[in-house]
């Protein structure tokens, strides 16, 4: 691959997730004006270790399965692009 087709694409990419960020912004905060509650979690992965937070159980079960399943991914990419290498 080209240098400038791999700088777009990481270009495109944190666009879109400035983009999602401002999306959930936008509806927490409509949620919150319509009186509904609002519930939230996030994960802060460090190497293969996630540190997880939210609001309730339920979002921190979901989150934990999604950054379970990143971080098995991570590993499987990574056991992958090593023997590609060899």
């Not at 509904?36 to 270790?49: Q, R």
């Not at 609001?55 to 499987?76: A, M, N, P, R, W």
Request: aromatic content about 10%; cysteine-free; hydrophobic content about 60%.
């Amino acid at each position: 691959m080209d240098a400038s087709v791999l700088f777009g694409l990481g270009f495109a990419l944190i666009f879109a997730g400035i983009i999602v960020i401002f999306a959930a912004i936008i509806l927490l905060f409509i949620s919150s004006i319509k009186g509904g509650k609002v519930k939230g979690g996030g994960a802060i992965i460090i190497g293969p270790v996630p540190i997880i937070f939210g609001t309730d159980k339920q979002s921190i079960k979901t989150i934990l399965l999604l950054s379970i399943t990143l971080t098995v991914f991570l590993i499987i990419l990574i056991i992958v692009s090593y023997i590609l290498s060899r």
